[in-house]
């Protein structure tokens, strides 16, 4: 897992972040989607269960977030 091809530099700023669970809400109102921070799949309005950062800057897929959440030690918080 350390050497997958999603890791970039993420763990400098999504390591031990508290990370929400909602329908995606652009952080702009001039954005219309964003990307997973992992691997760039596009994330909307239609996406499932994508997670972002409290700010709802950073978003992750469900897969991403899956497979590293050991990693990163993120905490869910429930709304
Ligand atoms: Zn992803």
């Known amino acids: 897992m350390k ?7 993420q763990i400098d700023y999504l ?5 929400i669970q ?3 809400t652009p952080y702009s109102e001039t954005w219309t989607h964003d990307h ?3 691997c760039s ?14 700010d709802k800057y950073h978003w ?10 050991e990693m ?5 918080k429930n709304n």
Not at 15 to 19: E, I, P, V, Y
Not at 46 to 54: F, P, Q, S
Not at 72 to 76: L, N, Q, T
């Open 3 to 9: 050497n997958d091809w999603r890791l970039t530099n």
């Open 15 to 19: 390591s031990c972040k508290t990370l």
């Open 22 to 24: 909602v329908p995606y």
């Open 36 to 38: 997973c921070e992992f």
């Open 41 to 54: 799949e596009t994330i909307d309005e239609t996406t499932k269960d994508a997670y972002c950062t409290e």
């Open 60 to 69: 992750i897929c469900k897969d991403c977030f899956k497979d590293f959440k």
């Open 72 to 76: 990163f030690d993120w905490r869910i």
